[in-house]
């Protein structure tokens, strides 16, 4: 049985943007009818170019902003936050990690901080309690004790994603938004980062929403991929699919944006997997 653990249905949003002194305001539609969903333990990357609305979906599935119409669930949950609040316990269910770790952290809390802080708002448990979970968490995301008490700025890039994505597990979600969380990553670290949330999402049980500019990079984390482009879908399919056989020209073009040995080195290996399956072997 599937068990969607997020879903939207037409989901549009407009952005009203002022028309200065004697202009009129503009309507700019940043998403036109959105169709999505994605089974509990699974991946879906949200790929497309810059300005097509991938954060401002990513925004809305996270209750950040209200959609301007169209329907989303989550948990099985109809949500529309212009409308109700959102309980304590829907947001605890759905966390988002940003590109820039740097902006997304007080400066002035200590990691520590940061991690027992939601615990504080969120739960009963007392402060040795916190302060164990939060060390628990350190260690799940690779860092370790002694960073707890160390402020943001004493930590690398890499390490600083760490900590965002450390903060946004600390009350178990079941959903995590993850929007362009290695795009301000050196290569190496973009690895690394991939490596962990993939570990953390088959440990953790844990769905992922990834948005991401780059092909490259959800290739090995997604199952499911949309392609989006000024505001609409215009491509989905599994990874093997959309990776194998883009159907639509952007889609191509987007490949063609993205290290060419990449797409020919995935193509080779699955079309090796798929002559081992036909071999029977
Ligand atoms: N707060 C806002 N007010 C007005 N327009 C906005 C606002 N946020 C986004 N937009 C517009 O909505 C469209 C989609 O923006 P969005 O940030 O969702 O794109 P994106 O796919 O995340 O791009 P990027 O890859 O650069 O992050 C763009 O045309 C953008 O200019
Ligand atoms: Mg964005």
Redo the contacts with the bound molecule.
């Keep these: 049985m599937s068990d969607i653990v997020a879903e939207g249905r037409k989901i549009t949003r407009d952005?009203i943007?002022p028309g200065g002194m004697f202009g009129k305001p503009r309507t700019?539609q940043?998403l036109k009818g959105i169709d999505f969903s994605v089974e509990r333990g699974k991946t879906l990357a949200l790929v497309?170019?810059?300005?097509?609305?991938?954060?401002?979906?990513a925004r809305i599935i996270t209750m950040i902003d209200p959609q301007t119409s169209g329907e989303l669930k989550l948990g099985g949950h109809v949500v529309d936050i212009a409308r109700h609040r959102p309980t304590a316990e829907m947001r605890r269910r759905v966390q988002i990690v940003f590109q820039n770790p740097y902006g997304s952290l007080n400066p002035r809390q200590k990691v520590g901080d940061v991690l027992t802080e939601p615990l504080q708002l969120n739960t009963d448990l007392s402060a040795s309690d916190r302060r164990d979970k939060a060390h628990d968490m350190l260690k799940k995301v690779g860092l370790g004790p002694e960073h707890y008490e160390r402020y943001p700025h004493m930590f690398s890039g890499g390490q600083r994603q760490r900590i965002a994505i450390a903060r946004a597990l600390i009350l178990n979600p079941s959903l995590l938004v993850l929007d362009?969380p290695v795009s301000a990553l050196d290569l190496s670290v973009q690895a690394q980062i991939l490596n962990l949330l993939a570990d953390l999402q088959d440990e953790l049980q844990l769905t992922y929403i990834f948005?991401s500019?780059d092909l490259s990079v959800v290739r090995y984390i997604c199952d499911e991929i949309m392609v989006?482009y000024f505001?609409e879908v215009v491509e989905r399919g599994t990874r093997d699919e959309v990776f194998t056989d883009p159907k639509h020209d952007y889609t191509k073009t987007l490949f063609a944006a993205t290290p060419r040995a990449d797409v020919d080195h995935i193509r080779a290996r699955l079309a090796a997997k798929q002559a081992r399956l036909a071999a029977g072997g």
């Design positions: 952005y943007i700019v940043a497309g170019e810059s300005g097509c609305g991938k954060s401002t979906l362009e948005v500019h989006m505001g």
